[in-house]
């Protein structure tokens, strides 16, 4: 959902001037100049509200409600391995990372779009038993819900290892259902109801392109090997402020050793230390929120005389000057609930948009209409 609300000018400065001007399209541009200064190292956290938490799809339309002071793009990304600071190339990488928490499931979303131009899918390995994380490119979470900084790596040693502070190195592609590597013993950590992944990318590897990435992690104060039992989840609060980091791994076909390392902090050291994390502040929720409707629909499967026409159902709430459905098939309505009759058979993502007084909301579902020959 995009709001236009008339923007205060030292504001809409203040975010150009911070890259995070929400028009940008990924990849396209070329390098600012002069480049934007790096802010201080202190980021908000969006608020969900429980009626509008992201669902974990790899389609970032339910993200459309977190608005640019909840995002960071390449511009606030330093490089580290090959010492290639903030000499960016938006044709080789260009992101644009948005974080969000809720209160209720106690849990840390983040929403990722990548511009690359050698999607690495190359995975070397994924069993427990092996630690290597591979040849893909990677996003590295880093999360210390309590700020209690220190050492979290300690040596290697297990017992230590993502203890107050947890690490994951996430795949940016999904492949035979693996999404993450949790750098210790608790693999338990990379699952449900722990965390969920999805991405999207129908490309194949070694091709250039748009990709996204969504996902939850669940943080713990503790989190040992065996599980919840022993462990202490963290409990997200408003106002409170977490350490966190995250870190772009960009490995192109023709660097297989050292992969470029793009990092949120101001220190390479963060991946190993909570001391060095920037910091998160949990933002309030946002009260505008509460006057834009909430979109939603359903269909019903097609009957046996009419298999291609699908009725849907709007279950919409808040208040609404019209909508526009797009059956994803190149057709559009704009009644309520309509009944569409698809031409052909295949699966078609549906999205509906509902306007409002103050622009509109979308919600999209992936593949949603599945019509078989
Ligand atoms: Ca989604
Ligand atoms: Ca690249
Ligand atoms: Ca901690
Ligand atoms: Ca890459």
């Known amino acids: 959902m995009r709001i236009w609300v008339p923007i205060p000018l030292a504001l809409l400065v203040a975010l150009l001037a911070s890259g ?35 669902v ?22 330093i490089e580290y391995n090959r010492k290639i600071g903030r000499g960016y190339d938006l044709n080789d990488l260009d992101v644009r990372v948005r974080t969000g928490y809720s209160v209720s499931t106690n849990r840390i979303y983040v929403a990722v779009e990548y511009w690359d131009d050698f999607h690495n899918f190359d995975r070397l390995v994924t069993t427990p038993n ?16 309590d700020n209690s900084g220190g050492d979290f790596i300690d040596g290697l040693d297990p017992r230590h290892m993502s203890t107050h502070t947890q690490n994951y190195h996430i795949y940016a592609h999904e492949r035979d259902g693996e999404h993450v590597w949790v750098w210790g013993p608790q693999h338990w950590l990379g699952e449900a109801p722990y965390s969920q992944w999805a991405s999207h990318y129908d490309q194949p590897h ?17 989190a040992h090997a065996a599980g919840l039992k022993l462990s202490a989840p963290a409990q ?3 106002g409170d402020t ?44 946002e009260q505008k929120l509460s006057v834009v409707p909430v979109v939603e629909f359903r269909s019903r499967a097609p009957g046996a005389k009419d298999p291609r026409a699908v009725q849907f159902a709007n279950m919409t709430t808040g208040e609404v000057s019209g909508f526009r459905w797009d059956f994803g098939d190149g057709e559009a309505s704009t009644e309520k609930e309509p009944l569409h009759r698809y031409q052909q ?9 509902a306007h409002h007084d103050q622009g509109s909301c979308r919600k ?10």
Do not use: H
């Not at 748009?210 to 503790?222: D, I, Q, R």
């Open 20 to 54: 995070l001007a929400e028009g940008r399209e990924l990849g396209k541009g070329s390098v600012a100049d002069p480049l934007p200064p790096v802010g201080p190292r202190l980021y908000q956290c969006f608020q969900f509200p429980d009626n509008r938490l992201p």
């Open 56 to 77: 974990i799809d790899g389609d970032l339309s339910d993200w459309e409600l977190v608005g640019g002071e909840y995002a960071q793009d390449t511009y606030g990304l």
């Open 130 to 145: 092996n630690t290597n994380p591979g040849n893909d490119d990677i996003f590295e979470l880093v999360v210390d819900a």
């Open 206 to 222: 070694g091709t250039a392109g748009l990709s996204t990435l969504e996902f939850y992690v669940t943080p713990f104060n503790y």
């Open 236 to 238: 997200l609060a408003v």
């Open 242 to 285: 977490i350490g966190l980091d995250y870190s772009v791994l960009d490995r192109d076909d023709d660097e297989p050793q050292v992969c470029k390392f793009w990092a949120l902090a101001d220190t390479i050291l963060m991946y190993r230390n909570a001391d060095f994390l920037p910091d998160f502040v949990l933002a309030p929720l």
């Open 345 to 353: 058979p295949g699966r078609y993502t549906v999205t509906l948009e």
């Open 364 to 373: 999209r579902k992936l593949d949603y209409v599945l019509l078989p020959q």
